[in-house]
């Protein structure tokens, strides 16, 4: 039974579109994150969710928005996608605060061409 | 806010050797600095880490040493094999979040 799932595992689409990446997690935690992978393999933190409130919103476009529907499930939506976007999106789960440490997800690779 | 240094980018070692990976932190309110292992194509995975009330943590080969005075941290890894080639990342966690260093890619040669 994987801990923390992500859906789609590749994703290929063109500049302009709108698509969406789903993540759930079935370990009981309470908070979950989106970060952001790039090329040079620099994580970096996007959102954070605790009990389907947002805690954290980093410098992110307007055009990344999360979606917590309960505390098993974080989705994101971009919309207008640029090629500046490609990178690899990994969710992950914590139990309460960051200092539990962290269950990630298995990537989404999001190619804009 | 927090910003996590992490030296060196790559590190390459003969079968048997030992690594070494060392970081920084800035924000003095960090307690916890876990460290992950991410193989290529894969996840993140925590391997070992510390708090701020402990100098040292041993895992049989891995081993990571914190030095508040210093705000750096290590990761030392004893008896290099193949299949420890990986990405190594550092982090430290001031309050609700983790924020990553730069990543080590280290290569194990056989």
């Known amino acids: 039974d994987t801990a923390v799932s992500q859906t789609p595992k590749y994703l290929v689409t063109q500049m302009g579109n709108d698509k969406s990446i789903k993540c759930e997690q079935n370990?009981?935690?309470?908070?979950m994150y989106w970060y952001k992978q790039d090329s040079k393999k620099f994580l970096k933190i996007m959102f954070s969710?605790?009990?389907?409130?947002?805690?954290i919103n980093e410098t992110v476009p307007n055009r990344f928005s999360p979606k917590s529907p309960d505390k098993a499930h974080l989705n994101l939506h971009i919309n207008s996608l640029e090629l500046g976007d490609s990178a690899v999106y990994f969710c992950?789960?914590?139990?309460?605060?960051?200092?539990?440490?962290?269950?990630f997800g298995s990537g989404t690779r999001l190619t804009v061409v | 806010g927090e910003n996590v240094e992490q030296h060196p980018s790559t590190l390459s070692v003969q079968e048997g050797d030992s690594a070494v990976i060392k970081c920084t932190y800035s924000?003095?309110?960090?307690?916890?600095f876990p460290w992950y292992k991410q193989e290529l194509g894969k996840r993140p995975q925590l391997i070992i880490d510390?708090?701020?009330?402990?100098g040292e943590k041993k895992d049989q080969r891995i081993a990571v040493t914190l030095n508040k005075t210093a705000k750096h941290f290590s990761l030392h890894i004893t008896e290099t094999q193949p299949e420890d080639s990986a990405v190594y990342f550092c982090?430290?966690?001031?309050?609700?979040?983790?924020?990553f260093g730069t990543g080590t890619r280290l290569q194990v040669f056989p």
């Open positions: 992950a789960s914590s139990q309460g605060s960051a200092d539990s440490g962290y269950t």
């Open positions: 370990l009981g935690h309470d908070t």
């Open positions: 969710y605790n009990n389907k409130e947002l805690i």
């Open positions: 924000d003095s309110a960090s307690n916890y």
């Open positions: 510390i708090r701020s009330n402990v």
């Open positions: 982090a430290a966690s001031p309050t609700d979040k983790l924020i």
